[in-house]
């Protein structure tokens, strides 16, 4: 093989190897293709998930816990067989808390396609951040759950934020455990940001 063909099998390879790294780093075809997620809100919180981050992806591993029904104790007095009241107990198990929504918005697209409700729930003192079943923002790469201690969000990159991990899917319902940081008098917009190339993809304004 003389030098001409060897330059031209080697100018070939090279190619070849940017077009690879290229498609890996920018991948494309996440802008086509759908993520979904099917969580319901109830394993939020009946499923004890502590939202600890540690898998190797950044995502939220759970955390199995037991969680105890609370019990109430009443007292009633009884009368034996000699006109003596007695007081007894009996102890009733009360029907567990609803998770109760404290702020919502809806998802507008920021140079992307968006649509769908952010909602904040709140359960005995924990609270989750819960992308509803009628999300769907355009995928991409890299793509982060941020909670910006912001009204609204005005472009650019927010600066300090809550990090929730990566998104767990662009479509579909999604449940984000939320940190001990979290403020719900502060943190009030949720925002899908490409941390690869540093810009937004979708917010949502929350309110009560």
Same mark, same amino acid.
């Given at each position: 093989?003389?030098?001409?063909?060897?330059?031209?099998?080697?100018?070939?390879?090279?190619?070849?190897?940017?077009?690879?790294?290229?498609?890996?780093?920018?991948?494309?075809?996440?802008?086509?293709?759908?993520?979904?997620?099917?969580?319901?809100? !109830?394993? /939020?919180?009946? $499923?004890? %998930?502590?939202?600890?981050?540690? =898998?190797?992806?950044?995502?939220? #591993?759970?955390?199995?816990?037991?969680?105890?029904?609370?019990?109430?104790?009443?007292?009633?007095?009884?009368?034996?067989?000699?006109?003596?009241?007695?007081?007894?107990?009996?102890?009733?198990?009360?029907?567990?808390?609803?998770?109760? !929504?404290? /702020?919502?918005? $809806?998802? %507008?697209?920021?140079?992307?396609? =968006?649509?769908?409700?952010?909602? #904040?729930?709140?359960?005995?003192?924990?609270?989750?951040?819960?992308?509803?079943?009628?999300?769907?923002?355009?995928?991409?790469?890299?793509?982060?759950?941020?909670?910006?201690?912001?009204?609204?969000?005005?472009?650019?990159?927010?600066?300090?934020?809550?990090?929730?991990?990566?998104?767990?899917?662009?479509?579909?319902?999604?449940?984000?455990?939320?940190?001990?940081?979290?403020?719900?008098?502060?943190?009030?917009?949720?925002?899908?940001?490409?941390?690869?190339?540093?810009?937004?993809?979708?917010?949502?304004?929350?309110?009560?």
């Amino acid at each position: 093989m003389d030098f001409l063909a060897r330059h031209r099998i080697g100018v070939i390879a090279a190619a070849a190897a940017v077009l690879i790294v290229g498609f890996l780093l920018f991948r494309p075809d996440k802008l086509f293709v759908d993520d979904r997620v099917d969580e319901s809100l !109830a394993q /939020a919180f009946d $499923s004890g %998930s502590s939202g600890e981050v540690g =898998a190797e992806d950044g995502s939220a #591993v759970a955390t199995p816990t037991t969680t105890t029904p609370a019990t109430t104790i009443t007292a009633s007095g009884v009368v034996d067989d000699e006109g003596n009241t007695a007081a007894t107990t009996a102890a009733t198990t009360a029907a567990p808390q609803d998770p109760v !929504a404290i /702020a919502t918005g $809806s998802f %507008s697209g920021i140079d992307h396609a =968006a649509t769908g409700t952010a909602t #904040v729930y709140e359960k005995d003192g924990r609270f989750v951040l819960r992308f509803e079943d009628d999300t769907d923002i355009q995928n991409g790469p890299d793509l982060y759950v941020w909670l910006l201690a912001a009204d609204d969000y005005g472009g650019g990159d927010p600066g300090t934020h809550l990090d929730l991990g990566k998104i767990k899917g662009n479509v579909g319902g999604q449940n984000y455990e939320l940190p001990e940081g979290f403020d719900p008098d502060v943190h009030k917009t949720v925002l899908v940001w490409c941390l690869r190339f540093g810009v937004p993809f979708a917010a949502a304004p929350l309110s009560a």
